[in-house]
């Protein structure tokens, strides 16, 4: 069961996911007949608040659900690069970087993760490693390193 | 389309004069406020519920029915019954031996309650709001609908071969809104049932509003019930008005200052804007309240509160009076012209008895 149900964001708003996991409630029909059991979230509808909460800037929020998405499903490079974004934004650039790496070994030519990659490295005062991941980066898009 | 007066029955001091109204001041006040809107044409009364100081409808459905006794048409309703203390099959009850009493003149709104002491009152646990909210529901759902009920939950005693007494009049469960300022989970749960939803819109501003709305009309539709057009929505508001805009507002300002939910932050001046209250002319709250359908779309139930924050109960009927005699009367008109063919009013007994009658033909 989502344990944020109440939740409500430091300004009196609501909590993003809640607009998702409202129209999971009654995926099992009607409740009264559930025998009290509690809803098992499914993992879409879990990969589905982990965005909507990425979407309305709760990063660290996001990367948390993320985290645990991807540790129960490190194949797909959707949630991992989410991930890595999320921890981007909140600043926890270790944490990016080493997602950011994995997503790579995994998918070699996958020419966002490298700016991404780039970028972090920057961020984190390392320019020369960085101009590395940039440069490649710009190859595989056939753009400038730059843009 | 249905307009009428709600009252969360609470006991303020007037800030005027320094005067609290004594408990029996203020059921007694409820009462003629009822009557009072029956009076000049008002269609529904609602109670909210309380179990605390410094209100007094702790026991709503005996308020109703004393105002049962004394009008012939006015709808009795409730803004709103908590669905999560209170156990289901006490509302079942209450409410369906209300409908016998009140020849069907009778429906609710199922709230979670804004009050955090009560759920330990009642064995309850806060953080289960919205699970109670949906459990207690679909049990009460089913006590009204089935002669006979097996239950087993996470939150009540189990139920072996139970019977909710009365049955509802002529088998016709009271039509339930679904009240909520903030939750989408309740904005779900009554386009789950195909149910209405009560946006109790005053003290939030539009936008969340209509986001709540809207995901409520959409799910509705999305489960069938029929087009987001047709979703069955009410909104509150909150009035002061006088024939001169001036001495509405000079007389409302410490009224509103005063107020816990609205003082102390914006000026009343922005409060106005970016909320249904309205302080002013008759003409000002038509205005307001048409303007709500172009944000929200065709509803079918406006509510007002006029007796909230201390305002006194000669002030607090005079509101009625122009609501009654200046306001709704336009309102109608207009709500009227404008509304497109489909879209249906609010159930009633009567319509609701009609539809299953029609269904149970050969």
Known sequence: MNEDFNDYLPNGEIAPDRWVSATHLFDQGDPGSAAGAPREESDFERWERAQARFEAKDFIGAARLLAAIVAASPQPSAPRLLLARAYYHSAQLRSAEEQLRELIDRNPVEHYAHLLLGRTLERQGRQEEAARWLRMAAAFSGGNAAA | ?362
């Open chain 2, 1 to 362: 389309m249905q307009f009428g007066i709600f009252t969360v029955g609470d006991v303020t001091a007037d800030p005027t004069t320094g005067r609290t109204p004594t408990e029996h001041e203020r059921i007694k006040a409820m009462t003629e406020i009822a009557v009072k809107a029956e009076e000049v044409g008002l269609d529904v009364f609602a109670t909210g519920e309380h179990h605390n100081p410094p209100f007094v409808p702790s026991s709503p459905t005996t308020i109703l029915a004393w105002i049962a006794a004394r009008t012939e048409r006015i709808v009795l309703s409730t803004s709103t019954t908590l669905i999560t203390t209170n156990d289901p099959v006490k509302i079942a009850e209450d409410f369906a031996t209300l409908q016998h009493l009140a020849d069907g003149r009778v429906d609710l709104m199922m709230g979670r309650g804004n009050t955090g002491p009560v759920y330990p009152w009642f064995g309850k646990d806060i953080r289960d709001g919205i699970d109670l909210a949906v459990e207690n529901y679909a049990l009460l759902h089913r006590l009204w609908r089935e002669d006979v009920v097996d239950w087993e939950g996470r939150f009540r005693t189990p139920l072996q071969g139970f019977t909710a007494t009365p049955r509802p009049l002529d088998g016709v469960p009271p039509f339930v809104w679904h009240g909520s300022i903030r939750s989408p989970e309740i904005a779900e749960q009554a386009a789950y049932y195909g149910d209405g939803f009560f946006h109790n819109n005053i003290f939030w501003p539009k936008e969340h509003t209509k986001k709540l709305i809207d995901l409520y009309r959409d799910r509705y539709e999305h489960y069938g019930h029929g087009t987001r057009e047709q979703a069955i929505v009410g909104l509150g508001g909150h009035v002061y008005m006088r024939h001169n805009s001036q001495d509405a507002i000079r007389e409302f300002r410490p009224f509103f200052d005063n107020s816990q939910q609205m003082g102390g932050g914006v000026s009343m001046e922005e409060y106005m804007e970016r909320t249904p209250l309205t302080v002013g002319t008759p003409e000002q709250v038509i205005e307001k309240t048409l303007a709500f359908r172009d944000h929200f779309g065709d509803y079918q139930r406006q509510l007002f509160n006029v007796d909230g924050g201390g305002v006194s109960h000669k002030a607090a009927l005079e509101q009625i009076d122009m609501l009654g005699e200046e306001v709704v009367p336009v309102l109608r008109k207009e709500f009227a012209k404008r509304r497109p063919a489909g879209v249906p009013d609010a159930p009633t007994h009567a319509s609701l008895l009609a539809q299953r009658l029609a269904a149970l033909q050969p």
